[in-house]
């Protein structure tokens, strides 16, 4: 069915090929919390998702939706985030239809909840839900359906990796996580990260499998340089994450 989401198997998923017709991405910034954005959209029967929204730019993701003559099925979030308030619940007012979605293991409200191994459909094109936790238990990778690309939230980013020092984080679960359900991905998969501080945009599941300063470590050496980064607490926390625990079932206020 259109616009479901079911749950299907990797063997299925992989079986299907790359696509035929080049799926829509657009990939929007918002420069306070340095949040990317992924509009993906079937040009056909012009259904699409929204990944990662943030509540500041989801009036600017809705024009641009309109604008391409696309309708929203899904605002879809890789984890309950900590540096900014999703745009899912204004969203669900500015494009009527559109459903919020997040892992049931996040603990947040939305409108619909995903686990492992799901998919989110739209049009002829599915995003398979692989669980990626250590940085939130609740963290998920979005992969494409023919595996071309994978949009990694904070668990996988460009030359890096999120933090596991708040929200249940924890660097040993990480490391198995991005070695076991994104590291397995074909190594010219591309890698779309929720986040990046340095002006990159995109890279692929070999650059960072052979080039990521932290993820080519062993998992020792990993946890302990994750374990002694003495990094500032996120400025937005103290009001973005109890925001993002609502998902958008209820519109968060500005």
Not at 125 to 143: D, I, K, N, W, Y
């Amino acid at each position: 069915m259109a616009g479901a989401v079911l749950r299907v198997t990797q063997r299925q998923l992989s079986q299907r090929g790359r696509s035929e017709v080049p799926i829509l991405l657009r990939q929007m910034f918002e420069p306070v919390s340095c949040t990317y954005t992924y509009l993906l959209g079937d040009r056909e029967s012009r259904e699409a998702v929204l990944i990662d929204p943030v509540l500041e730019t989801a009036p600017r993701d809705a024009q641009l939706i309109k604008e391409l003559g696309l309708r929203l099925l899904y605002a879809v979030n890789t984890h309950c985030h900590a540096d900014h308030v999703t745009g899912s619940g204004l969203l669900r007012s500015l494009l009527p239809g559109c459903q919020s979605v997040i892992s049931r293991l996040s603990g947040a409200q939305a409108d619909l909840h995903i686990e492992d191994g799901d998919s989110i459909r739209f049009g002829r094109f599915a995003l398979e839900t692989r669980a990626s936790p250590g940085h939130t238990p609740g963290c998920v990778t979005f992969v494409l359906n023919d595996q071309s690309m994978a949009f990694t939230g904070d668990a996988l980013l460009i030359r890096g990796c999120g933090r596991t020092d708040f929200q249940q984080g924890c660097a040993k679960s990480l490391y198995h996580s991005v070695h076991e359900k994104i590291f397995t991905l074909p190594g010219d998969c591309l890698v779309y990260p929720a986040h990046d501080y340095h002006g990159f945009t995109v890279s692929t599941v070999e650059e960072e499998r052979t080039l990521n300063p932290r993820l080519t470590l062993s998992c020792e050496e990993f946890v302990k340089l994750m374990d002694n980064l003495n990094l500032p607490k996120p400025q937005q926390i103290d009001f973005a994450v109890p925001a993002n625990m609502r998902c958008g079932v209820q519109t968060p206020t500005s």
